[in-house]
Each structure stands twice: as structure tokens, then as C-alpha cells.
């Protein structure tokens, strides 16, 4: 879920948004319709999968659309005033009318079933309810929760306050295909701990999975490979998140010459970067024989990057940088097995 990434003054909406945006009347701008934005700029983008909120839109008889949060490739998220509580804000995600099936719904249902003493319980959003709207091509659920950084027994003074901006400036917005999309807000940056959110990605751990999870050049060789996969994934993805954010690049592009996910080079990178696999982890995948033979010899018409790992890491030097290559190497592991447990890691 993405949203706008400058602050500034009312209605907190981006500079390039604001240069993009054209006077029509005292009240209201227009973006210009020629230039993509938000959603639009998704892989796969089609306007007829979202919902066409309108500010100011009320959802249940509940919910009145406020401002737009952020955005993703299977939804978008708006504050909305709770008129059934006194001075209460919700964030309410609409989903695509594609998502047939819906696998975050179940999880936040199991997460608000359990009775839980730990002290992480906090740190796991919860849902509020969830509910269908009827949209011009479709059904699309709903999901309501609490704005992110804020509990029932904080202030909501800022909402409030977003809220007269938003009346007093409305926001630049876009009409295209038949539907208004607006920038998203960023709202104030405030200190607080992290919490789990966004579960579109969870699966429940009793049964094996073999479907594509994670963003493409996340993904972990055995769900590359189709093979089954549990929990080591979420090492793996750990990794490729503490190395973006550190080295603020990604390890491994993924891309072919014309700028699209390609499993042959993500798999090159990866024998550059971790080495051959073990035969005994190939042989375990019928699709690995389109990359290498029985003998564990790469056969794909791609070539093995001069890369590795330690060439990859540009910001350390000496034992810092022998540490973190340590640390990484405990969670970059062909074989699931091989990677490091959470206990084992931290």
C-alpha cells in the first residue's frame, strides 16, 4: 500500500500533485488527465477493478469518505468519520472486484477469534467489520479498521483537523475512465511502535502452499520453482527487506533487457549471488529441469552475472561489512531448512 510521499501544508497533498493541478473553479483543481498517477501507475492497472470512491461518499450509512490514505495493486484506503461514534475516524480499504477470493478477510476473522494475554497483541491491527458495496462491474469488500498510529483512547484532534482542510482546500483529483482518483494524503509522521498490518499476503500454516507469493523479486527460490513452501519464506523476505532499506537498492533486479520479471534471470542472479543449489533442492522441482540439467549444470539462455554478494554491499567496510554478510547469509539459503530460525538470526 503506497501513498503520497511529501507533506505539505492543507490538504497534506504532494508537490508533484499540486504542480500537476490545474484551476476549474474557486473550489476545485484538476490534475492533468494525461498524467498517471497513484493506481494507474500499478502493473496490470484496469480502472474498471476499482471502486470509484468520491469524497464525501458515505458507505453503510456509517462511513463518509474523508480523504484517500493510499493505494495498492488490490485496493484503496480512505479515512472516513465514524457518524455512528462520537468524533471517531475509521480507515475503510475497498478491494478490487477481482478478488474472488479473498484470503485477508479469514485471517483478521481467526486473529479477532483468539484470546490472547501476549504482550504482541497490540502490535497486530485488527478489523473492525467487514461488508460487500455493489460497484459499476462488481462486488467489492470492504475492510474497516482503525487508522494506522491511532487507538480509541488517543486524541483524534488530527483527523478532525484534516478533515476542515479537506472541506476548506479540497484535493486535486483526476477524472479518468469514468472515475475521479485522488492523491493520497500523507498524513503527520508521529513516534510509535510498529504494528502488523495489511494480511493480504498471510496464509494459514496447517496445509503446504505452492502459489506465487511475494512481490516477484522477493520471492524465495522454492516458490520460484513451484515447490512447496512454509515459513522459511518469511526469512527469506526478511532478508530482501533489510537489504533494501540498508543498501536502498535492491539485491537482485530480477529484470530481463526490456524491464520485465524474468524467472531465468532472477534464478541467474541467484546462482551469482548464493552459488549452485544443491542438486538434492533442484531435483525436487520439475520446473527447475527449464534451468538446469540432471547434473545440476545451468542450461538456461541466460547468463550467470559477475556478481556476488560481497561485490553487491557497497556501504561497509572491513568487520562491519564481514557482519552484516554474516547476518544476511543466515537468511539467504537455497534450501529452506538451511535458513536461520528468527531465534537463530536475532
Not at 478491494?95 to 501476549?118: A, D, F, G, M, T
Not at 511502535?193 to 506465487?212: K, W
Not at 533442484?282 to 541466460?302: C, H, L, P, Y
Amino acid at each position: 500500500m503506497r501513498s503520497s510521499n511529501l507533506l505539505l501544508g492543507p490538504p497534506f497533498i504532494s508537490s508533484k500533485a499540486r504542480a500537476m493541478a490545474t484551476a476549474t473553479s474557486p473550489d476545485l483543481q484538476r490534475l492533468d488527465p494525461s498524467v498517471l498517477i497513484e493506481e494507474e501507475i500499478v502493473p496490470g492497472y484496469k480502472a474498471e477493478d476499482y471502486y470509484p470512491v468520491h469524497v464525501g461518499e458515505i458507505f453503510k450509512q456509517r462511513y463518509k469518505t474523508i480523504g484517500k490514505l493510499g493505494y495498492g495493486s488490490a485496493s484503496t484506503v480512505w479515512l472516513c468519520r465514524d457518524l455512528d461514534k462520537q468524533n471517531e475516524f475509521k480507515a475503510l480499504k475497498l478491494y478490487i472486484n477481482r478478488s474472488k477470493v479473498h484470503r485477508e478477510l479469514p485471517i483478521y476473522e481467526h486473529i479477532n477469534s483468539l484470546r490472547s494475554e501476549h504482550e504482541g497483541r497490540n502490535h497486530v491491527r485488527k478489523l473492525i467489520e467487514a461488508f460487500e458495496v455493489q460497484g459499476p462491474h462488481g462486488r467489492h469488500i470492504c475492510l474497516v479498521h482503525e487508522p494506522m498510529g491511532m487507538s480509541l483512547d488517543e486524541d483524534n484532534s488530527v483527523f478532525t483537523d484534516l478533515e476542515r482542510q479537506a472541506a476548506e482546500h479540497p484535493s486535486p483529483c483526476k477524472r479518468a475512465d469514468n472515475r475521479t482518483i485522488y492523491p493520497s494524503w500523507l498524513l503527520p509522521l508521529r513516534p510509535g511502535l510498529p504494528a502488523i498490518s495489511d494480511l493480504s499476503e498471510a496464509r494459514f500454516g496447517e496445509s503446504d502452499h505452492t502459489d506465487h507469493i511475494m512481490p516477484d523479486r522477493y520471492r524465495a527460490p522454492e516458490v520460484i520453482l513451484g515447490m512447496p513452501w512454509s515459513y522459511p519464506v518469511d526469512t527469506w523476505s526478511l532478508a530482501m527487506v533489510i537489504w533494501d532499506l540498508f543498501e536502498g537498492k535492491p539485491m537482485l533486479p530480477a529484470r530481463n533487457p526490456d524491464g520485465q520479471y524474468s524467472e531465468r534471470y532472477h534464478l541467474a542472479q541467484l546462482v551469482a549471488i548464493l552459488g549452485p543449489p544443491p542438486l538434492e533442492f533442484i531435483q525436487a522441482s520439475e520446473r527447475s529441469k527449464r534451468f538446469w540439467d540432471s547434473d545440476g549444470n545451468w542450461i538456461a539462455e541466460v547468463p550467470i552475472p559477475n556478481i556476488s554478494l560481497d561485490t553487491a554491499e557497497t556501504r561497509l567496510d572491513g568487520k562491519e561489512k564481514d557482519e552484516f554478510l554474516a547476518f544476511m547469509r543466515k537468511m539467504l539459503q537455497w534450501k529452506p531448512e538451511d535458513r536461520g530460525s528468527c531465534h537463530d538470526i536475532f
